[in-house]
Every structure is written in structure tokens, then in C-alpha cells.
């Protein structure tokens, strides 16, 4: 299979042509414990480039063409958090570890990747309702929460909008690796009044995270 190939391929198309990304995962590991995994490997693997030249070659290519990608990238992170923007992290994990252990410390940064991706749509969403932004607020809703009137729904569902909330006490729980649940205590414009309010959020596609369903419950005094 030709890698690159596919990726000219399906990402040339005009609807590809832009990607979003998380953050980037960078694998750190000694050079001498690469090369003895690669003569381990090579016993029993059949593969010609198995071996100290080849391997040294590659690890060439890596630092003088790869590296220059992650500094730029760590580069791009240290910028958007001096502006207070949200930043694409880079994320350093340790390689000269059991397999078991390399790939649960894989799953907690991608872990946080998704439940940050999903705080955020959430955020922006709550943001919609406080500016009275009723296109963002749409496009982040499934059609199913939606009817014929657009310019009444936000306020039908979220009641009067236009201020700032109160918000606190936020949880995030992953029901699959496509739908979450975002929860938080929210207190009315006026102060009278707490509930806990719960947004489902399902991973639809080039949408992204849709807000498919919603609930509140009154919170006593």
C-alpha cells in the first residue's frame, strides 16, 4: 500500500483540502534503545532493511526532517497560549517502555484531546445563547432539535439569552468513543434559580460535535 498515494488521493479533493488537528503526538525514545529493538527484530522479521545502516539512515531523515515540524508545531503552541487562544498541544510520550504502558499513555493525551474538543463545542455553544448568536447556536444542533423556526428556537430552549452565565461544577463523560455527556451546574440570569444541565454531544462526520439532545434538573437551595 502506497501511503502517500492514498493521502494525495483523498485529500486532494476540494471538500478535503483543509483538516483540523488536536495536537500532535511526538514519541521520544534513546537511539541505542531503537537500534536494539530493531536487531531483536530483525531475527525473525525477513525484512532487508532490518538492520544498523538502514536504521541510523532513517533516524537521519527523522532529525532533519521531522523534528523541524515538531519544533515549529511546539513553536505554534507556546504562541497561541501567550495570546490566550486555544492551543494545539504537543504532546512528548516516553517510547522506552512495555508496549502496554506506551499505549495506555497513547490513550490518556488522546483521551484529553476528545473531551477538550468536546468542552470546547459545548463552550462555544453556551457562548451562542450569552451573545444572542442564533447561527452558531443552529449549527451546532442536530436537525432533530431543530424546526421550521429558527429565530425563536434558541430562546424557546434556552429561555431568555443575552447574558452572561453562571456556570459551575462541569463533568464529562464518554458514553462511546463518538457521544459524550457534558454536565454543569447553571444558575438563571437573575440568580433565582440553579439546575443541572446536561447536553448530549455525538460526533457526526465533517459536522463535527452535534448537540443531540439536552436535559435539566431544578437544583434545591
Known amino acids: 500500500y502506497d501511503n502517500l498515494e492514498g493521502w494525495v488521493r483523498c485529500m486532494a479533493s476540494p471538500e478535503n483540502r483543509v483538516a483540523s488537528a488536536w495536537g500532535c503526538l511526538v514519541y521520544t525514545c534513546p537511539l541505542e534503545e531503537l537500534e536494539r529493538r530493531i536487531l531483536e527484530r530483525a531475527e525473525t522479521s525477513g525484512r532487508s532493511d ?3 545502516k538502514s536504521a541510523q539512515k532513517r533516524f537521519t531523515t527523522f532529525e532533519q526532517q521531522t523534528m ?3 519544533e515549529t508545531l511546539t513553536m505554534v503552541q507556546h504562541l497561541q497560549e501567550q495570546a490566550n487562544m486555544p492551543a494545539h498541544k504537543v504532546e512528548e510520550i516516553t517510547g522506552d517502555k512495555s508496549i502496554e504502558e506506551v499505549w495506555s499513555d497513547t490513550q490518556a493525551v488522546m483521551n484529553r484531546f476528545v473531551a477538550n474538543d468536546v468542552l470546547t463545542a459545548n463552550a462555544q455553544l453556551l457562548q451562542s445563547v450569552e451573545q444572542d448568536d442564533v447561527d452558531t447556536y443552529v449549527a451546532l444542533c442536530s436537525e432533530d432539535l431543530l424546526d421550521d423556526q429558527m429565530e ?3 430562546e424557546l430552549y434556552e429561555g431568555e439569552v443575552g447574558h452572561k452565565m453562571d456556570i ?3 463533568n464529562i ?3 462511546t468513543g463518538t457521544k459524550a455527556i457534558v454536565s454543569y451546574d447553571r444558575t438563571t440570569p437573575d440568580g433565582t434559580q440553579t439546575i443541572r444541565e446536561s ?4 460526533h457526526q462526520g465533517n459536522r463535527g460535535w452535534v448537540n443531540v439532545h439536552f436535559s435539566r434538573t431544578p437544583l434545591l437551595p
Do not use: G, H, T, Y
Open 50 to 52: 532490518d538492520n544498523l
Open 168 to 170: 459551575a461544577n462541569p
Open 68 to 70: 523541524p515540524v515538531v
Open 199 to 202: 447536553r448530549v454531544w455525538s
Open 152 to 154: 425563536e428556537i434558541m
Open 173 to 175: 463523560e464518554f458514553v
